[in-house]
């Protein structure tokens, strides 16, 4: 499976954003699509994933901020970012991963800067 993400961009503190990560090749029927970023100096950490059923988990710093969303058919996770500020400003990585078969993948990030 390859991920491929796009979105990224510069925006002002309040302003919205969308990230969406395609995934090509053979998708498990049960699998984790979710969004991770990283921060200059910090370590990575979940934004938000999204089972194949569609129950989501956020980190609490985006809880009514951020809506985590996917399209089976299409194969694509959505990232809506809306009241961002400049604590968000990270790189952005898209994941996959699944139990049967055990693979777990990531896609290349995407930047998002959050200034005014």
């Known amino acids: 499976v390859q991920l491929q993400a796009s979105g990224g961009g510069l925006v002002q503190p309040g302003g919205s954003l969308r990230l969406s990560c395609a995934a090509f090749?053979?998708?498990?029927?049960?699998?984790?699509m979710g969004w991770y970023r990283q921060a200059p100096g910090m370590q990575r950490e979940l934004v938000a994933r999204?089972?194949?059923?569609?129950?989501?988990v956020y980190t609490d710093s985006v809880k009514g901020r951020f809506t985590i969303s996917r399209d089976n058919a299409e194969k694509t996770v959505y990232l809506q970012m809306t009241g961002l500020q400049p604590e968000d400003t990270a790189v952005y990585y898209c994941?996959?991963?699944?139990?049967?078969?055990?693979?777990?993948?990531w896609g290349k990030g995407t930047l998002v800067t959050v200034s005014s």
């Open positions: 999204i089972i194949s059923g569609g129950d989501t």
């Open positions: 994941n996959y991963n699944s139990l049967v078969p055990s693979v777990n993948y």
């Open positions: 090749g053979t998708l498990s029927r049960f699998n984790t």
